[in-house]
T-cell receptor
Framework: GQSLEQPSEVTAVEGAIVQINCTYQ??????LSWYQQHDGGAPTFLSY????GLEETGRFSSFLSRSDSYGYLLLQELQMKDSASYFC???????????FGTGTQLKVEL | DAGVIQSPRHEVTEMGQEVTLRCKPI?????LFWYRQTMMRGLELLIY????????DSGMPEDRFSAKMPNASFSTLKIQPSEPRDSAVYFC???????????FGPGTRLLVL
């Protein structure tokens, strides 16, 4: 069957580094996407890993290990505006179907 | 481009009424997705289209839900009859060549009383 696991909540202080882990079980896996959603807003694309390793985009980095069915999103130099929900989403369905879950709510405190 | 457009943004209706949600995808995008988001179940894929053809509707909860895409610039999601448990935020998203990048509309917040 298919499964997706992320922590439900993470709290960190401004300026810190936080890592949001994601484990998945799915068939027809192409890669792992990450999306951000602020309260009352729509999900927006952050990052994508097709291959094992680290992808860096500014303060955000995402990592994938296909053999472990595991990935993480790393947020550095946290800012208050980073308070949001973060979703990992495996890409399947011939490379066109994303599976989201309940996401991780990140709270950044002063 | 204006992005993905959804209407209405908010809908309050009574149980048993028909609800129609509308979506205009980004021009040139071949894929269109309908999602439902609730606190308990998170963001769930209901159905998606490729070139106006439904590809996967396995997420549609029951026969009360139906979706159509009569042309490349318009799609509807209909709930008939609506029930209180259908209360959720419904998102439409479109996608171009890159499967990992979907562009979401602002969502329709549906409340069924």
């Amino acid at each position: 069957g298919q499964s997706l696991e992320q922590p439900s909540e993470v709290t960190a202080v401004e300026g810190a580094i936080v890592q949001i882990n994601c484990t998945y079980q799915t068939s027809g896996f192409y890669g792992l996407s990450w999306y951000q959603q602020h309260d009352g807003g729509a999900p927006t694309f952050l990052s994508y890993n097709a291959l094992d390793g680290l992808e860096e985009t500014g303060r955000f980095s995402s990592f994938l290990s296909r053999s472990d069915s595991y990935g993480y999103l790393l947020l550095q130099e946290l800012q208050m505006k980073d308070s949001a929900s973060y979703f990992c989403a495996p890409l399947t369905g011939g490379g066109n179907k994303l599976t989201f879950g309940t996401g991780t709510q990140l709270k950044v405190e002063l | 481009d204006a992005g993905v457009i959804q209407s209405p943004r908010h809908e309050v209706t009574e149980m048993g009424q028909e609800v129609t949600l509308r979506c205009k995808p980004i021009s040139g995008h071949d894929y269109l997705f309908w999602y439902r988001q609730t606190m308990m179940r998170g963001l769930e894929l209901l159905i998606y289209f490729n070139n106006n053809v439904p590809i996967d509707d396995s997420g549609m909860p029951e026969d009360r839900f139906s979706a159509k895409m009569p042309n490349a610039s318009f799609s509807t999601l209909k709930i008939q009859p609506s029930e209180p448990r259908d209360s959720a935020v419904y998102f439409c998203a479109s996608q171009g060549a890159r499967g990992e990048t979907q562009y979401f509309g602002p969502g329709t917040r549906l409340l069924v009383l």
